[in-house]
Each structure stands twice: as C-alpha cells, then as structure tokens.
C-alpha cells in the first residue's frame, strides 16, 4: 500500500505550537524580539534614514495586513453590466428603503 492516509503518520496535533512557543519563550527571556528591535531601530532618529527605511520594511508585515487584489466580474465571471440611472430611480429607490427602514424601526427589530 502506498500513499494516502495511514494510521499514526506525520506531525501530531500541536507540535509546532509547542515548538514556536518554547521559541518565543527563550526569546523573550534573552531581551528583545526582533520585531521590537526592527521598530527601536526605525525609530531611532540618529540612525541614518536607509537604515530607518529598512527597518520600517521589514517591520511593517508583522504590524499591518498585506492588501489583495480583487477580481471584480458580473454573472457567471462575464464583463460587468452598467446601466444609467435616471433621477427616478434613485428616488424610487431611496423611497423603498425609508420603507423598509422605518418598518424595521416601528417593530423594534
């Protein structure tokens, strides 16, 4: 029998957590993490600015959520369809939703 699933194979459930939190301990216990110190040295305005500039890039994943592009498409993946939009509709449209908002509000939901 090869490959597939078998019983007691690879890495047992929390290993790794174990591992990077034995890691962050010793860490802790030997000063500064590297995250603080990236940001002590982007701080530290007698540093050169490249230095600084270096530190804040490699800072900066740890401390803010990468951006992702996103696809926009209409049904089923096709092009987008537009439409004009005349000053009825929007008022057409404005109005169901005061309708909808208020009896929202009026049954307390």
Do not use: Q
Not at 6 to 29: C, H, M, N
Not at 30 to 47: A, I, K, N, Q
Not at 65 to 80: C, D, H, Q, Y
Not at 81 to 109: C, N, P, Q, Y
């Amino acid at each position: 029998m090869r490959g597939g699933r078998r019983e007691g194979a690879g890495r047992k459930p929390g290993s790794v957590s174990r591992i990077d939190a034995e890691a962050r301990k010793r860490a802790l216990a030997g000063g500064m993490m590297p995250l603080d110190y990236m940001l002590f040295v982007m701080r530290d305005e007698s540093r050169e600015d490249n230095v600084r500039l270096d530190a804040a890039k490699a800072a900066a994943p740890y401390c803010h959520a990468r951006l992702s592009s996103t696809e926009v498409s209409g049904p089923n993946k096709g092009p987008i369809e537009t439409m004009e939009v005349t000053d009825e509709m929007r008022v057409r449209a404005l109005a169901a939703f005061i309708a909808k908002t208020r009896v929202k509000f009026s049954t307390g939901l």
